[in-house]
T-cell receptor, first 114, second 113 residues
Framework: AQSVSQHNHHVILSEAASLELGCNYSYGGTVNLFWYVQYPGQHLQLLLKYFSGDPLVKGIKGFEAEFIKSKFSFNLRKPSVQWSDTAEYFCAVTTGNTGNQFYFGTGTSLTVIP | NAGVTQTPKFQVLKTGQSMTLQCAQDMNHEYMSWYRQDPGMGLRLIHYSVGAGITDQGEVPNGYNVSRSTTEDFPLRLLSAAPSQTSVYFC????????????FGPGTRLTVT
């Protein structure tokens, strides 16, 4: 089975600080990569996704992620976080030969202090 | 569009009881799936379906059963509930598998005592 690792389990930042959340996956072939966000009490929503092309992907609410194939990574970034970004963030991957199955990371809980 | 709906929102079961979690979508999506979310473990795929009449197992299928008789509905059955099945269950749908965005329901919080 594929695996997705999110090494930051809980991140606490002050407003206006920069954010980078790590995501690594284990599959060496073609991948589709996603970041989902779960705000408190809400269901998961898509932040951004990568299929092919430009490895720097821009999503909603000022988030972006960079696909680095050589590092098997898809880190999420935001230059200046807001209190409303407090949420849980999940990285997910589907691969060329397991395209019917999404593999999610364990999630990173982000708390932004006003 | 209502999107993906799930019922019930909360449920408490005793060990050994059975129940069905309902999931419906009104987006004409072919692909539907069930996940469980546990603290520190993220979301794990239980079962999925690529279309009416077609289902397959995900990562953690034991103790769960699914069927897909219509495009809209994808119920998840717990055959004999166990405390280890205490979790939050999410249903999701998308146009297809692979690179398509999944749309998630609001979740069902299940406690098995």
């Amino acid at each position: 089975a594929q695996s997705v690792s999110q090494h930051n389990h809980h991140v606490i930042l002050s407003e206006a600080a920069s954010l980078e959340l790590g995501c690594n996956y284990s599959y060496g072939g073609t991948v589709n990569l996603f970041w989902y966000v779960q705000y408190p009490g809400q269901h998961l929503q898509l932040l951004l996704k990568y299929f092919s092309g430009d490895p720097l992907v821009k999503g909603i609410k000022g988030f972006e992620a960079e696909f680095i194939k050589s590092k098997f990574s898809f880190n999420l970034r935001k230059p200046s976080v807001q209190w409303s970004d407090t949420a849980e963030y999940f990285c997910a991957v589907t691969t060329g030969n397991t395209g019917n199955q999404f593999y999610f990371g364990t999630g990173t809980s982000l708390t932004v202090i006003p | 569009n209502a999107g993906v709906t799930q019922t019930p929102k909360f449920q408490v079961l005793k060990t050994g009881q059975s129940m069905t979690l309902q999931c419906a979508q009104d987006m004409n999506h072919e692909y539907m799936s069930w996940y469980r979310q546990d603290p520190g473990m993220g979301l794990r795929l239980i079962h999925y379906s690529v279309g009416a009449g077609i289902t397959d197992q995900g990562e953690v299928p034991n103790g769960y059963n699914v069927s897909r008789s219509t495009t809209e509905d994808f119920p998840l059955r717990l055959l004999s509930a166990a405390p280890s099945q205490t979790s939050v269950y999410f249903c999701a749908s998308s146009y297809g598998a692979g690179g398509y965005e999944q749309y998630f329901g609001p979740g069902t919080r299940l406690t098995v005592t």
